[in-house]
């Protein structure tokens, strides 16, 4: 098998070279385009428009006669612009919501297009024209000339994305403005689905109809984990589109099929849908910032820095009221946050790795009393600080009971940016308070049995 | 004194004309019969309760919503032909700020319309949109995510946005919501800095107390025009009354009879 996949992927095979830069081009195209439906919002209307291609190919074949990519082009414009037109109207003259008028639009069209193409099946010239291939898409039949068209189409594509780049950004980021300033909106709204419709009735043959709006949406979706811009976005998805096309094609031409199973081999189409998934689900998942991991593994080191911090202040403030003393987290925390054992030994075990806190004698195992290494107590000493910065400020300016602020400060110390704390401390230094201000309400006491001298 | 063309505005024409307009969404007029100048060189508040038609209005002489009936002005001339004099700040709830551009992409966009089709701006309008964050005092954010922004700096990039379009006659709709103290001292500042130069600027605002003290002129609405003029003569307790003094039932009624009967 793996002979097979170099084979086709250093393009050895002239039939398999045709078959992979047309879906290569393809999924590049859809991946540049279909951005500014995912950015606008509109990717059900995209949806609709796509699927309103299969009648107006239909009706085209009728008219023509032929597999002419023009007729087949123009029907599908034309029923696309009928279909999101009648999804606008019914939007605004009858009480249906939007969601529901789009999938009475796709349902419908759909429907009246797979009729038409049946009815065009029947005619000699149709079942050569292979209108069926357009539902779900036969890529491996692509042929020289097709591959042709799917190059024009891409490269007309990208180099209207390209020129009009400035005109689409504010398009798509802010509609008003841009018709404010003096932007034909709605001829850059129609050109925005006139080159949806273009992709879609170019990659039919290979992809399919129901599968086409897959192209169009998922490698936009995938690339904005990765990118806060839209210049990258575009290119994100135009490569993971491409990836897809290529590797979806790859696939299907090589994987052994089952025996008895699937007599026409693997779907290409499909197989490039899932690819362009599985580039989608990866990126969900591992994106740096945006991805479900990340932000996991943010919440989870967030919880452990305030749990840390909360450990140090704990110490820090029993010190204040009996000095020299030991703590005994097991006894403290538990009593004063509700800590169960395992998450004090836990804290205890991070803190002390972390070098700031110590049992007193060398070969204790930590499970007993403990007090702060220095660095530790430098670190307690600054967290009680922005702790009790903030309480004052919410004393002082947010008139806020003292007996309330404690429970706020909380919250919302151990998320405090430094330059807000630098701000709050030149406050406490204009009022000659500098060092780590004395906390504005009693102190717990501390538990009975805690504590100790050493 | 030399005039300068790119800002009629230190002519003495006024600024805006609007003339008989009626707007209606869904077939539900919204706004009746408004007659308005505003004169140029002026900070001028729209004040009105909630579902008044301030912003509609806004829209309307911007061209962003039709008119059912009458016609609307720019310096004289149909807006068409003003588009280039004109800045506008949208609500900033109008738009997606999880959407894929800096702070600066933004400001960029206020450049837009001069640069004309294609061409991508370049280091002046980099330059102009640069120190039009360091005026509204955000240039710290300039390479921010837009959505990494507070909701006061999210208003003020959109304020940024405005100044980089160097319009003659700016329109702001809530310029202030969601905006704290400072920011929005900060922002009165700017434009005030808009009118010392020449600028007019029309801004729906909602907080009464502070119009005295922001504007000089002031549009009381309530689906039809209230009164308008210097805030002196305009901003008095008969004409909140009148504006503020419960829905004109009568109004509402009708707009509900013609939606009814033509829906």
Same mark, same amino acid.
């Given at each position: %098998? #793996?002979?097979?996949?170099? =084979? ?31 950015? =606008? ?32 082009? &123009? ?12 999804i ?6 009858t =009480? ?6 789009i ?48 190059? #024009? ?9 390209a ?24 001829? &850059?709204?129609?050109?925005? %689905?006139g ?7 170019? /990659? ?15 490698p ?9 811009r839209?210049?990258? %976005?575009?290119v ?6 491409? /990836?897809?096309?290529?590797?979806g ?9 089952p ?9 290409t ?32 080191? &967030? =919880? ?18 009996s ?10 925390? %538990?009593l004063?946050?509700? #800590? ?18 110590e ?7 930590g ?36 007996d ?12 405090l ?15 000659g ?9 009693? &102190? ?7 504590g100790?001298?050493? | 004194?030399?005039?300068?063309r790119?800002?009629?505005?230190v ?10 307009c ?8 919204? +706004? ?29 002489? +911007? ?5 059912a ?8 001339k149909p ?9 506008y ?18 400001? +960029?966009?206020?450049?837009?319309g001069r ?25 710290a ?21 405005a ?15 969601g ?13 005030r ?6 600028r ?24 039809? +025009? ?15 009354h009148?504006?503020y003094?419960?829905?004109l039932?009568?109004?509402d ?11």
């Open positions: %098998m #793996w002979d097979d996949v170099v =084979r086709l992927l250093t393009l050895q095979d002239a039939n398999t070279r045709v078959v992979l830069i047309g879906a290569g081009l393809l999924g590049l195209a859809a991946g540049v385009v279909g951005s500014f439906a995912v950015l =606008r919002r509109r990717a059900l209307v995209g949806d609709a428009v796509a699927h309103a291609a299969l009648p107006g190919i239909g009706l085209a074949f009728f008219v023509v006669g032929e597999r002419d990519f023009g007729a087949f082009l &123009l029907g599908a414009l034309v029923m696309g612009a009928a279909c999101a037109g009648l606008s109207l019914v939007r605004a003259y =009480r249906v919501k939007e969601d529901a008028a999938a009475v639009a796709v349902g419908g069209f759909f429907g009246l297009g797979i009729v038409l193409s049946r009815l065009a099946q029947n005619s000699p010239e149709g079942n050569k024209a292979g209108l069926d291939g357009f539902i779900y898409g036969k890529a491996a039949s692509m042929i020289a000339s097709d591959a042709r068209l799917i190059a #024009w189409v891409a490269g007309g594509a990208l180099l209207g994305v020129l009009l780049y400035k005109e689409l950004k504010v398009l798509s980021f802010d509609r008003d403005f841009a018709q404010a300033q003096g932007w034909p909106t709605l001829a &850059l709204d129609l050109l925005v %689905m080159l949806i419709c273009v992709v879609t009735v170019a /990659g039919l043959p290979a992809v399919g109809i129901v599968l086409i709006v897959a192209l169009l949406v998922i936009p979706a995938a690339a904005r984990f990765w990118t806060d839209l210049g990258t %976005m575009l994100l998805a135009g490569a993971i589109g491409l /990836g897809a096309g290529v590797l094609t790859a696939v299907s031409a090589t994987a052994p099929v025996a008895g199973m699937l007599s026409r081999g693997w779907p189409g499909p197989a490039i849908v899932l690819c362009a998934g599985a580039a989608f689900l990866a990126s969900l998942l591992a994106a740096p910032r945006r991805g479900v991991v990340a932000g996991a593994l943010r919440r989870v080191g &967030l =919880r452990r820095r305030i749990q840390l911090q909360n450990l140090l202040r704990a110490m820090h403030e029993a010190a204040e009221g000095p020299g003393a030991l703590f005994e987290p097991g006894v403290e925390l %538990m004063e946050r509700g #800590w169960s054992p395992s998450r004090v030994r836990a804290v205890v075990r991070r803190a002390r790795r972390a070098g700031l806190v049992p007193p004698g060398a070969d204790d195992p499970r007993g009393p403990l007090r702060l290494t220095e660095a530790g107590a430098r670190a307690a000493a600054s967290v009680v600080r922005a702790h009790r910065q903030w309480e004052l400020f919410l004393i002082e300016h947010a008139d806020i009971a003292p309330h602020v404690d429970r706020d400060a909380d919250q919302i110390e151990h998320v940016p430094p330059d807000l704390l630098r701000t709050l401390e030149e406050r406490l230094a204009a009022s308070r500098a060092t780590v201000p004395v906390s504005p309400h009693p &102190l717990p006491k501390p538990a009975p049995g805690a100790g001298t050493p | 004194m030399i005039i300068d790119s800002h009629p505005g002519t003495t024409e006024p600024a805006v004309e609007v003339h008989d009626t707007v209606a969404y869904d077939r539900r007029p919204v +706004l009746w019969d408004v007659d308005l100048l505003l004169p140029p060189r002026r900070l001028i508040a729209i004040v009105g309760p909630n579902g008044a038609g301030k912003s509609t209005l806004l829209k309307a002489i +911007l061209g962003l919503v039709p008119l009936s009458g016609k609307v002005e720019v310096f004289g807006l068409r032909q003003a588009r280039h004099l004109v800045g700040v949208p609500q900033r709830e109008s738009v997606d700020w999880d959407f894929p551009v800096s702070a600066l992409d933004v400001v +960029l966009m206020g450049r837009y640069l004309g089709w294609v061409r991508r701006p370049g280091s002046a309008d980099r330059r102009a949109a640069r120190e039009a964050l360091e005026k509204v005092g955000m240039s954010c300039a390479d921010r995510q837009i959505s990494q922004l507070s909701g006061g700096q999210q208003q003020r990039v959109f304020l940024a946005r100044l980089a379009q160097d319009a003659s006659l700016y329109f702001m709709d809530e310029p202030f919501a905006v704290d103290a400072a920011t929005e001292k900060a922002m009165v500042t700017v434009l800095g808009l009118r010392e130069g020449g007019t600027v029309v801004a729906v605002h909602h907080d009464l107390q502070t119009v005295p003290e922001y504007f000089d002129h002031v549009v009381l609405l309530n689906m039809r +025009l209230v009164a308008a003029g210097p805030v002196g003569e305009a901003f008095t307790p008969a004409n909140l009148k504006t003094g419960g829905r039932t009568i109004l009624e009708a707009a509900e009879a013609v939606r009814r009967a033509r829906g």
